[in-house]
Structures are given as structure tokens and as C-alpha cells.
T-cell receptor, first 108, second 117 residues
Framework: QQPVQSPQAVILREGEDAVINCSSSKALYSVHWYRQKHGEAPVFLMILLKGGEQKGHDKISASFNEKKQQSSLYLTASQLSYSGTYFCGTETGNQFYFGTGTSLTVIP | DTEVTQTPKHLVMGMTNKKSLKCEQHMGHRAMYWYKQKAKKPPELMFVYSYEKLSINESVPSRFSPECPNSSLLNLHLHALQPEDSALYLC????????????????FGSGTRLTVV
């Protein structure tokens, strides 16, 4: 039931782009994306509701393909502040599960 | 106020101790949650309170006892814990109960780092 994320880890240089994928085996009502820096709380980035929408948040955007039960997070022109662990979260009915996580490191 | 406040930030307790973790939010959120997070793992849901009533208990051992005194407060009472219970305990809240249909997700507190010795 826990969604699977890929890649598990990625290292980028400042200015490079990255894509993080989230895949579920269950039909999804919505997908959330969170970023957690070491020793801190997860911070909500965005939510995508059923309907195949794409959303943007500064240089971070995401898409949701409900038929494939997948979501992708796109980070463009990465900044040092983007470093952290990214979790997707999926809602199926009233159950919410965090994904396996993707560690993203941006280096100068 | 757009924060979830958790106290204490750090807690060391023996296996025979009784302690409590506290969580507070003043955003008018109707649902509150306890999560447990081990190092390099995603948060795992423990309990969900919706309109001050316990709606989900994810088969958590009875040594963890949640309490929701009012719509702004959430406690987690700890008793006879084991060393493997050492983890980061996160409180979260949301405007509505799951499934969330609005544009806001979960707001997390900064957590309590618990060490059981």
C-alpha cells in the first residue's frame, strides 16, 4: 500500500533539473508532495487532486496521472535550498500513506 | 498562526517511566495526527483524531495512548516503552479529515526526538 518512489537518491549540481516519480498499486484520490530537511518536519509542497492536473510552485511542479496511479515531481534549475528528502503521499479513501522517499542533494 | 507546536523537542526516558508528548495548533484544523518516524524512513501513521474523536488507530501497541482534550490539543501518553520505540514523533493537523479535498495538505510540527534507554 505504500507508494514507491524513484530514484531513491539523486545528486544534482545547482541549476540542473530533476524528476522524482511516485507510483501506487491502488487507485488514488489525491497525491501530496512534501520536502523534509534533516532534523526538521516535513513541509507541504502541493496537493494534486483526482483529475490529471498539473500544478506549479515556483520552479517546482508536479503532475498526476490517475489512470496510471502515478505522480511526478519536477524540479527545475535546482537551488541549494532544494536539498532534502522528498516524500509523495497518496490518499485512497480515508487512508494516507507516505512514499518510500527520495533523497535529493544539490551541490554547488 | 500557521504552526503546529510540539513539546518537548527532545525526551530521554527509561523503560519504566511515564511521559507525555504534547501538540498544539491554533489554525482551526479539524483533524490531528500522530506519526512515528525512524531515521531515513517515511513517517508512519499512528493515530488520527477527527473532530476530537479517535477515528484511526493503526494497530499501535497500548503502551502508546493518545488523548485529544480539545480541538487544539493532542497528547501522546507513553508508558513502559521499549528501546525500539526510540524515534522522531511528529504531530500533524489538517483543515479537514481524510480524504482531503481542499488545496492544503498536512501541517507538521517539528517533532519530539524520543530516546528510550
Amino acid at each position: 500500500q505504500q507508494p514507491v518512489q524513484s530514484p531513491q537518491a539523486v545528486i544534482l549540481r545547482e541549476g540542473e533539473d530533476a524528476v522524482i516519480n511516485c507510483s501506487s498499486s491502488k487507485a488514488l484520490y489525491s497525491v501530496h508532495w512534501y520536502r523534509q530537511k534533516h532534523g526538521e518536519a516535513p513541509v507541504f509542497l502541493m496537493i494534486l487532486l483526482k483529475g490529471g492536473e498539473q500544478k506549479g510552485h515556483d520552479k517546482i511542479s508536479a503532475s498526476f496521472n490517475e489512470k496510471k496511479q502515478q505522480s511526478s515531481l519536477y524540479l527545475t534549475a535546482s537551488q541549494l535550498s532544494y536539498s532534502g528528502t522528498y516524500f509523495c503521499g497518496t490518499e485512497t479513501g480515508n487512508q494516507f500513506y507516505f512514499g518510500t522517499g527520495t533523497s535529493l542533494t544539490v551541490i554547488p | 498562526d500557521t504552526e503546529v507546536t510540539q513539546t518537548p523537542k527532545h525526551l530521554v526516558m527509561g523503560m519504566t517511566n511515564k511521559k507525555s508528548l504534547k501538540c498544539e495548533q491554533h489554525m482551526g484544523h479539524r483533524a490531528m495526527y500522530w506519526y512515528k518516524q525512524k531515521a531515513k524512513k517515511p513517517p508512519e501513521l499512528m493515530f488520527v483524531y477527527s473532530y476530537e474523536k479517535l477515528s484511526i488507530n493503526e494497530s499501535v501497541p497500548s503502551r502508546f495512548s493518545p488523548e485529544c482534550p480539545n480541538s487544539s490539543l493532542l497528547n501522546l501518553h507513553l508508558h513502559a516503552l521499549q528501546p525500539e520505540d526510540s524515534a522522531l514523533y511528529l504531530c500533524a493537523s489538517s483543515q479537514e479529515s481524510p480524504p482531503i479535498r481542499g488545496l492544503d495538505g498536512y501541517t507538521f510540527g517539528s517533532g519530539t526526538r524520543l530516546t528510550v534507554v
